[in-house]
C-alpha cells in the first residue's frame, strides 16, 4: 500500500508530529507494508503557493489527463503510482468572504458557493478512480488573531458541510477532522496550539499529539473501518 501525503506548510508540521515513524512502527507490530510519502503540492514554482478547494479544482478537474499541469501531477498520474492519496489546505483556506449569489466553479475567489462547487466537481473526478482510497482533512483554522468572527464562521459552516453532505458513507472519501482537532467545536484554532496567537500554524506539541490519530484514520480507511471509526482518529 502506497500512500501519498500532498501538504503545505501546516501539514509539515503535522508530518514532523512523527507520522512516518508512527507508520513504521504500525507495521512492525501488525506485519503490514504500509509505505508513506509526502509532496509539497502544488509546487510554489511555476504553479505558486496556493492548495485551495480552486487549484485541486484546477489541476486535477480542469486540466486533468496523462501530462502534467504546471508541472504538477493530475490524479491520472498519482493513482498510477499510489493506492491512497491524502490531500488538505492550508489555514488561508479559512478566510471565506460571504457568498455573491454567483457561484463559479472556475473562480479562485474563497466563499461556500464556489467551494461547494468546487468539492462536488472534485468528488466526481475522484470517482473516476474507485481503486484508490482519498482521505481528506478538514481545515485548517486560524487563530483569532488572524481571522474576522465571520470568515471563522463561514469556515466552520463549510467543512460541516464536507463532513455531513458532501461526504458519502461506502464511497473511497473519508474525511480527518482536522479542523475538529484544531477548534475543539469552536471557530478558531486554540491558542495553545498555535504557533503564536497571530500565526495560524499548528505548533509542534500540538503535532505530536494529533500525528498519531492521522495515523490511525489512514489504518482505519485501509482495513475497511474508514465509515466507522471517528472522523478525527481519536
Same mark, same amino acid.
Given at each position: 500500500?502506497?500512500?501519498?501525503?500532498?501538504?503545505?506548510?501546516?501539514?509539515?508540521?503535522?508530518?514532523?508530529?512523527?507520522? $512516518?515513524?508512527?507508520?513504521?512502527?504500525?507495521?512492525?507490530?501488525?506485519?503490514?507494508?504500509?509505505?508513506?510519502?509526502?509532496?509539497?503540492?502544488?509546487?510554489?514554482? $511555476?504553479?505558486?503557493?496556493?492548495?485551495?478547494?480552486?487549484?485541486?479544482?484546477?489541476?486535477?478537474?480542469?486540466?486533468?489527463?496523462?501530462?502534467?499541469?504546471?508541472?504538477? $501531477?493530475?490524479?491520472?498520474?498519482?493513482?498510477?503510482?499510489?493506492?491512497?492519496?491524502?490531500?488538505?489546505?492550508?489555514?488561508?483556506?479559512?478566510?471565506i468572504e460571504g457568498n455573491s449569489g454567483e457561484a463559479d466553479v472556475s473562480s479562485d475567489?474563497?466563499?461556500?458557493?464556489?467551494?461547494?462547487?468546487?468539492?462536488?466537481?472534485?468528488?466526481?473526478?475522484?470517482?473516476?478512480? $474507485?481503486?484508490?482510497?482519498?482521505?481528506v482533512w478538514t481545515g485548517a483554522a486560524q487563530v483569532r488573531g488572524a481571522t474576522t468572527?465571520?470568515?471563522?464562521?463561514?469556515?466552520?459552516?463549510?467543512?460541516?458541510? @464536507?463532513?455531513?453532505?458532501?461526504?458519502?458513507?461506502?464511497?473511497?472519501?473519508?474525511?480527518?477532522?482536522? %479542523?475538529?482537532?484544531?477548534?475543539?467545536?469552536? %471557530?478558531?484554532?486554540?491558542?495553545?496550539?498555535?504557533?503564536?496567537?497571530?500565526?495560524?500554524?499548528?505548533?509542534?506539541?500540538?503535532?505530536?499529539?494529533?500525528?498519531?490519530?492521522? @495515523?490511525?484514520?489512514? @489504518?482505519?480507511?485501509?482495513?475497511?473501518?474508514?465509515?466507522?471509526?471517528?472522523?478525527?482518529?481519536?
Amino acid at each position: 500500500m502506497n500512500i501519498l501525503f500532498l501538504h503545505h506548510s501546516t501539514g509539515q508540521v503535522i508530518w514532523e508530529g512523527g507520522v $512516518p515513524d508512527l507508520i513504521d512502527q504500525y507495521n512492525n507490530n501488525h506485519g503490514t507494508s504500509y509505505f508513506i510519502e509526502a509532496q509539497e503540492f502544488p509546487k510554489d514554482y $511555476p504553479y505558486g503557493w496556493s492548495n485551495y478547494p480552486y487549484d485541486y479544482w484546477n489541476i486535477w478537474v480542469e486540466h486533468a489527463g496523462e501530462e502534467p499541469f504546471m508541472d504538477e $501531477p493530475t490524479l491520472e498520474i498519482l493513482t498510477q503510482d499510489y493506492q491512497m492519496i491524502i490531500w488538505k489546505h492550508c489555514f488561508p483556506v479559512s478566510d471565506i468572504e460571504g457568498n455573491s449569489g454567483e457561484a463559479d466553479v472556475s473562480s479562485d475567489v474563497k466563499s461556500i458557493e464556489n467551494y461547494q462547487l468546487q468539492y462536488l466537481a472534485l468528488k466526481e473526478k475522484i470517482y473516476e478512480f $474507485p481503486e484508490t482510497l482519498f482521505i481528506v482533512w478538514t481545515g485548517a483554522a486560524q487563530v483569532r488573531g488572524a481571522t474576522t468572527k465571520e470568515n471563522a464562521q463561514r469556515a466552520q459552516k463549510f467543512f460541516k458541510w @464536507v463532513k455531513e453532505e458532501w461526504d458519502q458513507p461506502g464511497d473511497n472519501i473519508y474525511i480527518w477532522d482536522f %479542523f475538529q482537532l484544531e477548534t475543539e467545536g469552536g %471557530f478558531y484554532l486554540k491558542n495553545q496550539y498555535a504557533a503564536s496567537s497571530d500565526d495560524s500554524h499548528p505548533n509542534y506539541e500540538f503535532a505530536e499529539r494529533v500525528a498519531p490519530l492521522l @495515523v490511525q484514520r489512514i @489504518v482505519d480507511v485501509i482495513e475497511g473501518r474508514g465509515d466507522e471509526g471517528s472522523l478525527t482518529g481519536e
